[in-house]
């Protein structure tokens, strides 16, 4: 039996989407948890802690590469995945060049969020 | 017989018929300012020769008409009593009245006298005549003007016919010389009125010959033709035509018109003056002709009338400006005699009638011009001036004499005192078009600026249409997964179909709303909730406030009433205020968009909408609702004026406050719906 799959924290301000990618997730055997917003996230995960963070980047407040610089002030050593609605290339550079692992559009089918998920998880699972 | 009287004549001239034969003489051709030294002269002469003391001559003259005055006395150089100026009439009272019948009063001795004339004998008396022979004047058989008396105070003596006869001729003489003098007298007086009349004439007076030499001319004549002296304009011009006249032709013209005429009057021309300026004149002139009929020179009266000319053409000028004016402005006056019901018209209603000018208007004629719509308001309009001096102002509608429709303002104001309403009329067909063209231009600018406002939010619309397109994919995966599944895996797949379809509608709302927006239309006024416009727009706009990290802090006041509104044009305005909110708050420390509704009153609501941005400069203010005025690197300058006119279009108000604590807050107060028109 292999190890348990990799676990995703979902940071999207918009609730039923949030909701539907946990629930894809979860479906798909992997463990997801969801957060409403930036803060929500940064108060529940402490830095250190294992899996994937899936952020989206428009939100109020503090949106994602917001989000992702002050993760990588505090540490936490977590691929972030980022996810966006409002997709260009400006935005995809911007978010690989601040060190995602990763850029879906939304709407993103299952099958482009697992392959991502996996391959993440093999090379974090590498020696 | 006869050969001796003829010898005997010369010889038996005595002293006294010779005297008479040298006065007789002396009178012939006498001019008249020696007349009265000459009467004098032979008063004492026949008083001498005669033997005789005193002659005295009286005369009613034309100073003193109801008496009669001593002129002429002859006195012995030792006569004791001075005679003073005396009036005859009263003191000869008897004598005077037999003298004026033509009567010659011959009194050898006082006691001759009857008793009717006792006042004349205490006269004679008190002088101490004794003997006097008395002689009426007149002249040509005219009417007796004087009289003359010899006069002796030494001795009675008696008349003997032969004295009288030869002294009636010596009176006679007398009479024919003062009434000659008289006469010369009498023109020299009127020759000096009329001189004086001709020098003092402020109109120019002048005679010319044929030739053209200038035979007279007064000093007004010189004066307006700027001659020193009638003199200097005499001997000046030697050629009237060539020299006086500017165009010398007219002069052959006016000359035979008053050939044919006589009389040429008013005849108005330009003179050349000394200096060579011309002056206007009027001028009449006539003729002379001389025994052959030929006409032998002409006299002219000339009145300067520059002036009058100037005034002429300052009135002219006038007038050619108020008619410029009016075909500018395409507006005219007209007036209305209430007692003739006539009207006047200015040239410019009669080409905006296009009649021609000979057309004589009046009220009844004028109102069938109107379209009959336009006919019933002129008409109660007119009555109600006419009856209570009411003014009046309408826009109305004419056909033309030649078919034409033509829009008009027309203004009237009742004098009723003075009987007349006068006013004003306009064409305002171009203006009328213009408006509708610029309602037009707004519209298409209003839906220009919402589909420009909806580019700039599509980024938005995606991420809003996305959002629940993502959800619909990740919930259809899932149970695209769980299908295949044991059956309690698939319990869930119930809830996740209707999460599927709560997102398929969020995402169709999105579509409806985009839509209304692009939608192109007239204004629709309905009762709208203007929270839920409110709450519609920041779903709308969700996407660039989440994209702009923007924090929406709504303040909706709870059951206020419903405005009177365009769903679609409020929206406009909303998305407007929202997105300039968003965009002044980009690269701000904090950005809070604050929107609140209110109630200023029963039947106004207010809508503010609040950034946190850096306010507008003191200087843009003024202009931030002029058209294509703009802060933005991409503005058109459109957004705010659409916004002020479609607030107007509904009857409110827009307005911008700078925030205490920074940034601007644009507000829009809108009425409440009422029922049935508004």
């Not at chain 1, 990763?102 to 089918?109: I, W």
């Not at chain 2, 619909?472 to 997964?481: G, H």
Request: aromatic letters at 6%; glycine letters at 8%.
């Amino acid at each position: 039996m292999s190890r348990p799959p990799v676990r995703c924290w979902i940071v999207d301000d918009d609730l039923s989407f949030g909701k539907s990618l946990k629930r894809m997730l979860t479906a798909g055997g992997i463990p997801a948890e969801y957060f409403g917003s930036a803060q929500s996230f940064l108060d529940s995960v402490p830095p250190g802690q294992s899996g994937c963070a899936i952020v989206d980047i428009c939100m109020p407040g503090c949106d994602g590469f917001e989000l992702m610089k002050k993760m990588d002030d505090l540490n936490y050593g977590m691929p972030v995945i980022i996810i966006t609605g409002r997709a260009s290339s400006a935005v995809r550079d911007r978010a690989m060049k601040d060190g995602a692992v990763g850029f879906l559009q939304k709407p993103f089918s299952w099958e482009s969020l697992r392959e991502l998920v996996q391959k993440l998880d093999a090379e974090s699972s590498a020696p | 017989m006869k050969a001796i009287s003829k010898v005997k004549k010369p010889a038996s001239l005595s002293p006294f018929e010779s005297l008479i034969v040298d006065i007789s003489t002396r009178f012939i051709a006498l001019p008249a300012d020696r007349v009265d030294g000459e009467i004098m002269l032979a008063q004492q002469q026949v008083c001498e020769c005669l033997g005789l003391d005193v002659s005295v001559l009286w005369q009613r003259l034309p100073k003193n008409p109801g008496s009669l005055t001593t002129t002429h006395i002859f006195l012995p150089p030792d006569f004791p009593v001075p005679v003073p100026e005396m009036d005859a009439k009263d003191t000869f009272p008897w004598s005077m009245e037999r003298l004026f019948d033509g009567e010659t009063i011959v009194l050898s001795r006082m006691a001759d006298l009857p008793a009717a004339a006792a006042r004349d004998l205490e006269v004679f008396r008190h002088y101490g005549i004794r003997s006097s022979l008395t002689f009426p004047l007149s002249a040509g058989g005219g009417p007796v003007f004087g009289v003359v008396s010899f006069n002796s105070f030494r001795e009675e003596r008696a008349w003997p016919t032969d004295i009288v006869d030869k002294l009636r001729i010596v009176a006679v003489i007398f009479a024919n010389a003062l009434a000659h003098q008289r006469a010369d007298q009498a023109l020299r007086e009127s020759e000096a009125r009329y001189r004086s009349i001709l020098e003092r004439s402020s109109e120019g007076i002048y005679q010319v010959s044929v030739e053209g030499r200038i035979l007279f001319a007064n000093p007004a004549a010189a004066r307006i033709l700027g001659y020193d002296s009638p003199e200097d304009l005499m001997s000046s011009v030697t050629d009237l035509g060539s020299q006086v006249w500017a165009n010398p032709e007219e002069r052959s013209r006016v000359i035979q018109m008053a050939e044919e005429g006589g009389l040429v009057q008013g005849y108005e021309c330009q003179f050349r003056r000394k200096d060579g300026t011309l002056v206007w004149v009027s001028l009449d002139t006539r003729p002379f002709r001389g025994p052959d009929g030929r006409i032998i020179y002409s006299d002219g009266m000339i009145e300067n009338i520059d002036e009058h000319k100037r005034a002429e053409k300052a009135l002219q000028k006038n007038r050619d400006l108020l008619e410029e004016i009016e075909r500018i402005g395409n507006v005219g006056g007209w007036e209305v005699d209430l007692d003739t019901m006539k009207q006047t018209w200015t040239a410019e209603i009669y080409s905006l009638h296009e009649v021609d000018p000979s057309y004589e208007p009046t009220v009844e004629k004028g109102i069938q011009f109107y379209t009959p719509a336009s006919r019933q308001v002129i008409e109660r309009l007119l009555r109600q001036a006419i009856e209570h001096g009411e003014p009046f102002d309408a826009e109305l509608e004419i056909i033309t004499a030649k078919g034409r429709l033509r829009n008009v303002l027309v203004m009237g104001r009742a004098d009723l005192e003075n009987r007349r309403i006068s006013g004003f009329f306009q064409d305002i067909t171009q203006h009328k078009q213009d408006e509708a063209e610029r309602i037009q231009l707004r519209l298409e600018l209003t839906h220009l600026a919402r589909v420009l406002t909806l580019n700039e939010i599509s980024a938005s619309l995606a991420h809003e249409i996305n959002q629940p397109l993502a959800a619909i994919l990740a919930n259809a995966e899932t149970v695209k997964i769980l299908l295949p599944q044991a059956q309690d895996k698939r319990e869930a797949i119930p809830e996740i179909v209707d999460d599927i379809i709560q997102d398929a509608r969020r995402a169709g709302d999105v579509v409806r709303k985009v839509r209304g927006i692009v939608k192109k239309g007239d204004v629709q006024f309905e009762p709208l909730r203007i929270n839920a416009l409110i709450e519609d727009v920041l779903m709308l706009l969700n996407g660039s406030l989440a994209m702009n990290s923007v924090m929406p802090c709504l303040d909706l006041k709870p059951g206020l009433a419903d405005i009177r509104g365009d769903r679609v044009r409020l929206q406009q305005v909303l998305m407007n205020l929202v997105m300039n909110a968003i965009d002044a708050m980009k690269g701000m420390p904090s950005r809070i968009l604050t929107i609140r509704s209110a109630t200023d009153g029963p039947d106004t609501v207010t809508v503010s909408v609040g950034d946190s941005g850096p306010g507008i400069p003191e200087a843009g203010r003024a202009k931030v609702f002029q058209a294509f005025y703009t802060t933005k690197k991409d503005g058109l300058g459109l957004g705010l004026p659409i916004c002020r006119s479609i607030i107007e279009e509904h009857g409110g108000r827009i307005w911008e406050d700078q925030n205490p604590g920074g940034g601007s807050t644009f507000s829009l107060s809108l009425k409440a719906w009422r029922e049935g028109p508004a």
